[in-house]
């Protein structure tokens, strides 16, 4: 027993695996994958008969490449004609028979129709065991007491991640954040949990919250993790120090909800940032692509594009080259960590990407560039649009709010050196549009960092 505790990864054969085998098994389930998916689904039917390609032509990754991808915007599509013409959302995309789909879940998107994830009891399996990989990584074990303060509704972070826990072997507590951050606190009390799941922006609440709502701090609480989850922001060495300092705790990002791609980052200091692992690749191919030509991008060291998956060994909704439009940057070279697998960084969103006189920017940077500002400033803005992007007439407009001590005297010299911090790091000359502490809302799901007036 205790060296079953003491084993560093969860599914060693596997995760441990030397990189031209992992291929090898790679290849082997990816060319299943497209016979199954041509049977089974008149849409990767179509995508294959597009380029003229029969699934036995798929040899090799390179012949992969040539089907085209798909947009979150097609699958919606397909939705929307599977319910006309079948009855049901999943018809044209799931490739097993309907007595066979057990979960249904949905992207964690804010805006439009949400898109489905269809699953089949493998699938469940599947992903229970990425939750396990990354958690055991993490080193958490069964004894530990994780609280679940994510929406649990219909996102695929939310069930689907209880459940994963669950078969690792630690305990769940799922208490969502439906239910306000004063539900949160009393669970807390209630079950003593050792590891909090949440987003960085929940957490920060916490931190400012806490001596007001309980007469304590972030830090008595006692949590000895701190999962970033459901938004950017655990990437950020700010935000890491942040929640490190606030909580007292380990901080990790990860992310992965209910399908098959997987990642967690390593056991680092909060000021240190080497990206995640991937710990599903055995189920799920990555490419990179150009996010305007949708061209391949190789995964060489410090590669950038657009993420572009396909499910491998997957039964009820197996995408097949799906463009989620995040942007990823990978790494191949060994970790210092040790921890196998290559890594990447999520920069953002394509659709959120700006381009103010020829310069790419990504809110992401914006508020890791504020964040060196607190607490002159709270960290909490917003990008003020008057025509959606990318294309930005400068000046690049941001709202920010200035923190609890600064008078409205002392904005000027403030804006001053943050603008120097913004010409030198993010290439970019914004103007300032201050707010006081605690005027802009915040979101506990998912921060939106763009607001366009319409
Ligand atoms: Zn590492």
């Known amino acids: 027993m205790a060296f079953y505790r003491e084993r560093k990864l969860w599914n060693e054969s596997i995760e441990a695996m030397p990189r031209d085998e992992l291929r090898r098994l790679q290849l082997n389930r990816l060319r299943k994958q497209v016979f199954y998916n041509y049977q089974s689904s008149s849409y990767y039917r179509q995508k294959l008969d597009e380029v003229g390609a029969r699934p036995e032509d798929i040899k090799t990754f390179d012949d992969f490449a040539r089907i085209p991808v798909m947009t979150k915007d097609e699958h919606r599509k397909a939705q929307e004609e599977s319910i006309e013409r079948y009855g049901n959302p999943y018809a044209l995309l799931a490739c097993a028979p309907r007595e066979k789909i057990v979960r249904i879940n949905s992207t964690s998107g804010t805006t439009g129709t949400p898109t489905l994830y269809t699953l089949t009891q493998h ?12 958690y055991w990584r993490a080193g958490v074990r069964p004894g530990d007491v994780m609280l679940q303060a994510l929406s649990l509704s219909m996102f695929t972070g939310g069930l689907p991640l209880s459940q994963g826990i669950i078969y690792m ?15 949160v606190l009393d669970f807390v009390r209630l079950t003593s949990p050792s590891a909090i799941i949440a987003t960085p922006s929940f957490g920060q609440h916490l931190i400012e919250k806490c001596p007001e709502l309980i007469g304590k701090t972030a830090k008595d ?7 970033c989850a459901g938004e950017p922001g655990g990437g950020n060495p700010e935000v890491r120090k942040m929640l490190a300092s606030g909580f007292g705790a380990k901080v990790f990002d990860h992310t992965g909800g209910g399908h098959a791609f997987h990642g967690i980052s390593c056991d680092e200091p909060p000021d240190q940032f080497s990206g995640m692992h991937f710990v599903s690749e055995d189920h799920c191919l990555l490419e990179l692509v150009d996010p305007s030509t949708k061209q391949t991008i190789e995964l060489t060291d410090g590669a950038v594009g657009e993420m572009v998956f396909t499910f491998l060994d997957w039964e009820g909704g197996p995408f097949m080259r799906y463009a989620l439009g995040d942007m990823l940057k990978v790494y191949t070279t060994p970790c210092p960590c040790g921890m196998p697998g290559i890594r990447f960084k999520i920069i953002g969103r394509a659709d959120d990407m700006l381009i103010v006189k020829g310069v790419n920017i990504y809110p992401e940077a914006i508020h890791s560039a504020l964040l060196k500002f607190v607490p002159q400033v709270t960290g909490i803005f917003r990008i003020l649009l008057d025509t959606p992007g990318p294309l930005v007439k400068p000046p690049l407009r941001i709202k920010l709010e200035f923190g609890q001590d600064v008078g409205e005297e002392d904005l000027p ?6 603008l120097a911090h913004f010409k030198e790091h993010v290439r970019v000359a914004p103007r300032f549009e201050w707010v006081p502490h605690g005027t802009i809302p915040r979101e506990m799901k998912k921060t939106k960092f763009i607001e366009v007036a319409s």
């Open 221 to 227: 609480l006692g949590f000895e993790w701190f999962f």
């Open 413 to 418: 010299a403030l804006g001053k050196k943050i």
């Open 123 to 134: 699938d469940v399996d599947v992903v229970n065991e990425m939750h396990a990989r990354k």
């Open 169 to 183: 072997g630690a305990c769940v507590v799922p208490v969502g954040i439906e239910g306000g951050t004063r539900r």
